[in-house]
């Protein structure tokens, strides 16, 4: 209950900052509803012309949308710190001050930065789902389980991003564009992959957990595929944190000047 | 709480850098096999040249750092194992890095670490205002940090790692960039909160008057070796030999005689009769003299 208070008073705080620039707060949330419904637009046009792409209609590709930028918004709304600030935090030997703290590292770093841009994905998100005919009352309890999974996942990558920097110094760029790579390739319909590619994104790299299997298992249930899916995301989040924990111990402190921004 | 509440044995830290691609492995050791101890409510000054593994030793007795061998205990507690048990009952200054945010009051900072602390509102509202009133710094407590000056935000840095009335303090080069005036203040009430509390304070700083004015024994390192661990007043004594007896010729050429217990009145005799002179003063060799020469032993 104490370390609810504290992330609860800590995304509080974070939002608090980012509130302090009313309307560039304002603005990000508005923008990224807009791209994000500019990008569906484009899709439409292509769905227009060929109206399945690999079996998968418009509106499954608007579920598996609004699963992306939904579970994805989690990680701007309430962890933003972890993945990219994090990895330069950690370059730049300036994580000291959450460290002297007495929660966990990684969350604390997490939660003490926010992006309100986050919310226009999450308003997306809500309404592509709704909007996807795919989601009724009877199956209303394993979209919710696939939201989690999908945060789950998307927690992991950016963990384990974030943890680069303790083994390969000056891979914050990498680190990025890994973030941007595996962003992009669960933005396209599950359909078209297949095969070894399929089998990769479905467990080593599972990007497939957000836009490949929530989708199938929309139209064919397997109870066996539902629960590989939050099990591994459960896991996968897990080793992720273990593996944040065991890079701690080679950060190297620095000694530039830094306040909270 | 224990007697003694820091021990350091032999405490070593080894940086590691690769040269190149496929370069060999560059060793720099940072902390070399540091022993000390540190008793309940001492005031340590642990000072050293740029480089000499000050800030190091302090990281890895708050937990920052894991050490590369050695041991080190704090409270009872082994830093690197019990961080979050450890960090609960200390506080932690650096003058380089701020734990307050930037573009809100230092209330909302405040607020935060109270929550971290398990403080309730109203006891953290209490002590903040206990604090403040001492500091004199309520004026401050809700402007935002950025408006606030250096001096200002340093007691309010302060204020943040005393909320939780730690029993250990660890203050890193506390008085970076404040002016004399700030440094005083920041100084005065350190003091008094120290003394009022029974911290334990275990300061790095270059700045002597930091030193003069705070604490009881020095911890000299360089090139992370321990040089010298002394009572202040004893360091003076034993380097500095106390009082120097200046006397000005009429060429303007100044002449030093070193006063001690020992020194006779025939030695203070022969000195002013050598010569004439025009001026007499008195002179204590100041600490950073002495701390400067043995630097360069």
């Given at each position: 209950m104490d370390k609810l208070i504290y992330y609860?008073?800590?995304?509080?705080?974070?939002?608090?900052?980012?509130?302090?620039?009313?309307?560039?707060?304002?603005?990000?949330?508005?923008?990224?509803?807009l791209n994000n419904l500019m990008l569906l637009y484009a899709w439409h046009l292509m769905f227009l012309n060929f109206s399945t792409i690999h079996s998968w209609t418009f509106n499954d590709f608007m579920f598996m949308t609004g699963l992306v930028v939904?579970?994805?918004?989690?990680?701007?709304?309430?962890?933003?710190?972890?993945?990219?600030?994090?990895?330069?935090?950690?370059?730049?030997?300036?994580?000291?001050?959450?460290?002297?703290?007495?929660?966990?590292?990684?969350?604390?770093?997490?939660?003490?930065?926010?992006?309100?841009?986050?919310?226009?994905?999450?308003?997306?998100?809500?309404?592509?789902?709704?909007?996807?005919?795919?989601?009724?009352?009877s199956n209303?309890?394993?979209?919710?389980?696939?939201?989690?999974?999908?945060?789950?996942?998307?927690?992991?990558?950016?963990?384990?991003?974030?943890?680069?920097?303790?083994?390969?110094?000056?891979?914050?760029?990498?680190?990025?564009?890994?973030?941007?790579?595996?962003?992009?390739?669960?933005?396209?319909?599950?359909?078209?992959?297949?095969?070894?590619?399929?089998?990769?994104?479905?467990?080593l790299l599972p990007v497939g957990f957000i836009s490949i299997l929530p989708v199938e298992l929309m139209h064919n249930f397997s109870g066996t595929v539902f629960m590989f899916l939050i099990v591994a995301s459960i896991c996968f989040l897990s080793l992720s944190i273990f593996i944040f924990s065991y890079g701690l111990k080679k950060y190297e402190s620095g000694n530039r000047f830094n306040i909270h921004h | 709480m224990p007697e003694t509440v820091i021990i350091a044995d032999h405490l070593t830290k080894i940086f590691k850098y690769k040269k190149g691609v496929l370069g060999k492995i560059i060793e720099n050791t940072a902390v070399s096999a540091l022993s000390f101890e540190v008793k309940a409510g001492e005031i340590i000054a642990f000072i050293g040249p740029n480089g000499g593994g000050k800030?190091?030793?302090?990281?890895?007795?708050?937990?920052?750092?894991?050490?590369?061998?050695?041991?080190?205990?704090?409270?009872?507690?082994?830093?690197?194992?019990?961080?979050?048990?450890?960090?609960?009952?200390?506080?932690?200054?650096?003058?380089?890095?701020?734990?307050?945010?930037?573009?809100?009051?230092?209330?909302?900072s405040y607020t935060l670490s109270a929550a971290a602390y398990n403080l309730s509102s109203r006891e953290a509202k209490a002590r903040v205002h206990e604090l403040a009133k001492q500091f004199e710094i309520e004026d401050c407590l809700n402007l935002p940090v950025k408006n606030l000056s250096l001096g200002q935000r340093m007691r309010c840095e302060l204020i943040a790692s005393l909320l939780h009335r730690p029993s250990v303090l660890f203050l890193d080069e506390p008085t970076l960039g404040l002016d004399i005036e700030a440094k005083y203040l920041f100084r005065s009430f350190l003091l008094k909160q120290a003394q009022k509390e029974g911290t334990t304070v275990f300061l790095?700083?270059?700045?002597?008057?930091?030193?003069?004015?705070?604490c009881h024994r020095i911890l000299l390192i360089n090139h992370g070796k321990l040089l010298l661990d002394s009572d202040i007043q004893n360091l003076k004594e034993k380097y500095g030999a106390g009082q120097v007896l200046c006397v000005e010729r009429p060429s303007g050429k100044i002449e030093e005689i070193s006063l001690q217990t020992t020194t006779k009145l025939s030695q203070l005799k022969k000195f002013f009769s050598s010569?004439?002179?025009?001026?007499?003063?008195?002179?204590?060799?100041?600490?950073?003299?002495i701390i400067a020469s043995i630097y360069r032993k």
């Amino acid at each position: 209950m104490d370390k609810l208070i504290y992330y609860q008073q800590l995304i509080k705080t974070g939002y608090k900052q980012a509130f302090a620039l009313k309307k560039v707060f304002i603005l990000r949330v508005l923008f990224m509803i807009l791209n994000n419904l500019m990008l569906l637009y484009a899709w439409h046009l292509m769905f227009l012309n060929f109206s399945t792409i690999h079996s998968w209609t418009f509106n499954d590709f608007m579920f598996m949308t609004g699963l992306v930028v939904l579970t994805f918004s989690i990680w701007p709304i309430f962890f933003r710190g972890i993945g990219i600030h994090l990895m330069r935090l950690i370059e730049n030997g300036e994580l000291d001050s959450f460290l002297v703290i007495p929660r966990h590292v990684l969350f604390s770093v997490g939660c003490s930065v926010c992006d309100p841009s986050g919310i226009g994905d999450f308003i997306t998100g809500i309404l592509l789902i709704f909007f996807s005919g795919l989601v009724s009352l009877s199956n209303l309890p394993m979209v919710f389980c696939f939201i989690f999974s999908g945060i789950c996942v998307f927690l992991t990558i950016n963990i384990l991003i974030s943890t680069l920097p303790f083994f390969i110094k000056n891979s914050s760029d990498i680190g990025e564009r890994l973030f941007y790579m595996f962003f992009n390739i669960a933005g396209y319909p599950g359909s078209i992959y297949s095969g070894y590619l399929k089998l990769i994104f479905c467990t080593l790299l599972p990007v497939g957990f957000i836009s490949i299997l929530p989708v199938e298992l929309m139209h064919n249930f397997s109870g066996t595929v539902f629960m590989f899916l939050i099990v591994a995301s459960i896991c996968f989040l897990s080793l992720s944190i273990f593996i944040f924990s065991y890079g701690l111990k080679k950060y190297e402190s620095g000694n530039r000047f830094n306040i909270h921004h | 709480m224990p007697e003694t509440v820091i021990i350091a044995d032999h405490l070593t830290k080894i940086f590691k850098y690769k040269k190149g691609v496929l370069g060999k492995i560059i060793e720099n050791t940072a902390v070399s096999a540091l022993s000390f101890e540190v008793k309940a409510g001492e005031i340590i000054a642990f000072i050293g040249p740029n480089g000499g593994g000050k800030s190091t030793t302090i990281k890895m007795l708050t937990s920052i750092l894991y050490p590369s061998s050695g041991h080190a205990s704090v409270l009872g507690l082994t830093p690197w194992k019990n961080r979050e048990k450890l960090v609960r009952q200390i506080g932690v200054v650096f003058g380089q890095k701020s734990q307050l945010y930037y573009h809100l009051s230092p209330t909302d900072s405040y607020t935060l670490s109270a929550a971290a602390y398990n403080l309730s509102s109203r006891e953290a509202k209490a002590r903040v205002h206990e604090l403040a009133k001492q500091f004199e710094i309520e004026d401050c407590l809700n402007l935002p940090v950025k408006n606030l000056s250096l001096g200002q935000r340093m007691r309010c840095e302060l204020i943040a790692s005393l909320l939780h009335r730690p029993s250990v303090l660890f203050l890193d080069e506390p008085t970076l960039g404040l002016d004399i005036e700030a440094k005083y203040l920041f100084r005065s009430f350190l003091l008094k909160q120290a003394q009022k509390e029974g911290t334990t304070v275990f300061l790095t700083s270059h700045d002597v008057g930091d030193i003069e004015s705070l604490c009881h024994r020095i911890l000299l390192i360089n090139h992370g070796k321990l040089l010298l661990d002394s009572d202040i007043q004893n360091l003076k004594e034993k380097y500095g030999a106390g009082q120097v007896l200046c006397v000005e010729r009429p060429s303007g050429k100044i002449e030093e005689i070193s006063l001690q217990t020992t020194t006779k009145l025939s030695q203070l005799k022969k000195f002013f009769s050598s010569q004439p002179f025009s001026n007499v003063f008195v002179r204590s060799t100041d600490l950073e003299t002495i701390i400067a020469s043995i630097y360069r032993k």
